[in-house]
């Protein structure tokens, strides 16, 4: 009796911490911060403080920071942390490489509305889309999509529907399903996983140029993935790989990771010109 009393409570604690990991995964997916803690000002950057509408009509937060002279906008979409007050290095180096930058906050981050979820964040990538076209009068091929990590696979989305000038992912996984499984390979994560975010899946509609930038040093997202999405997607594209850790790797590169993005941008996201008479 003992033996079958303990194995009854090991198995109704394994149900518990089963139906826990279910039912928290927003928690370990999501970690927005609503507190802004600084601005483009700071960096001495003029910039515009956007609200914009989503289709099922929660309101986004926004900067955009117009460049000098720019050949194109970057629509940035970030990772799961934080919120836009927290991109600051990554806007300062795309302006100077000469773009405007367009950084939203998903709903429920910063001063967006709501709260994320993954049908959600697609909602919002496309409404900052639609801002974009339709508020700032921007042709798709003056857009260059940009996601890190998690907003990779939110930049892949995007772009499958639309094909804007070019497409960046740094740092980003082929699904959310694969990285679970590596990150925690003692949990049955594949079979609980509520969220999909297949970058793979998305990446494989995309049609315009394609830079993948990833570090051998990234301890989160494997560089083998970055690899693999390389793989998948379709000519032209390039690879630019760089060092330093998943949330450091773009600071730590430095100059390569900045040269990097200004050879991919020259080539294939330069936007086109009309021959002078």
Known sequence: MPVIRISIIIASVGVVIIALIYILQPHYVYYPERNLTADPGRLGLRFDSIYFETADGLTLSAWFIP?????????????????????????????????????????G????????????????????????????????????????????AVASWLTRSHTPRALILESTF???????????????VKLLLRFQYNTAAYLRGVNCPVLIVHSRDDEIMPFSQGRHLFD???????????TGTHNEGFIASGKHYEAGLNGFISKYAEPERSAPL
């Open 67 to 107: 460049g000098d002279n720019a050949r194109g906008v970057i629509l940035f979409c970030h990772g799961n942390a934080g919120n836009i007050s927290h991109r600051l290095e990554s806007i300062q180096i795309f302006h100077r490489l000469g773009l405007d930058v367009f950084i939203f906050d998903y709903r």
């Open 109 to 152: 981050y910063g001063q967006s509305e709501g709260k994320p979820n993954e049908p959600g964040t697609y909602q919002d990538a496309e409404a900052a889309w639609r801002y974009l076209i339709e508020e700032r009068q921007l042709a798709p091929a003056d857009i260059i999509v940009f996601g890190r990590s998690l907003g990779g």
């Open 174 to 188: 082929t699904s959310l399903r694969e990285i679970a499984g590596t990150l925690y390979p003692y949990l049955p």
């Open 232 to 242: 998948i997607a379709k000519e032209p594209k390039h690879f630019l790989e760089i």
